[in-house]
């Protein structure tokens, strides 16, 4: 299973980007999609988490700002990302989890907020 995370770029503060993340290959059944971030010094820490039946679970720091969603059919998982901060500066990485709960994980996409 190999992932593809895309979407990430320069932001001003206040603004938005949506990022994606496309899983190829064979992948029995998807259980769930989480992003995570990793900034300069810090432990990559969890921001979204959705299931397959579409529960979703944000971080703190992310609840109210952030949406996660994903596609079935297409196999892709998007995080919308709203009213960003210097603060959400940091490489997003994705995963998907199977039904046996074997994670799989995307490079890392590159998200620069600037105040």
């Known amino acids: 299973v190999q992932l593809q995370a895309s979407g990430g770029g320069p932001a001003q503060a206040g603004g938005s980007l949506r990022l994606s993340c496309v899983a190829s290959g064979t992948i029995t059944k998807i259980s769930g999609w989480g992003w995570y971030r990793q900034s300069p010094g810090k432990q990559r820490e969890a921001v979204a988490a959705?299931?397959?039946?579409?529960?979703?679970k944000y971080a703190n720091s992310a609840e109210g700002r952030f949406t996660i969603f994903s596609d079935i059919v297409e196999n892709t998982a998007y995080l919308q990302m709203t009213g960003l901060k210097p603060e959400d500066t940091a490489a997003y990485y994705c995963?998907?989890?199977?039904?046996?709960?074997?994670?799989?994980w995307g490079q890392g996409t590159l998200v620069t907020v600037s105040s």
């Open positions: 959705v299931t397959t039946p579409g529960m979703t």
């Open positions: 995963a998907v989890f199977d039904e046996n709960m074997n994670a799989y």
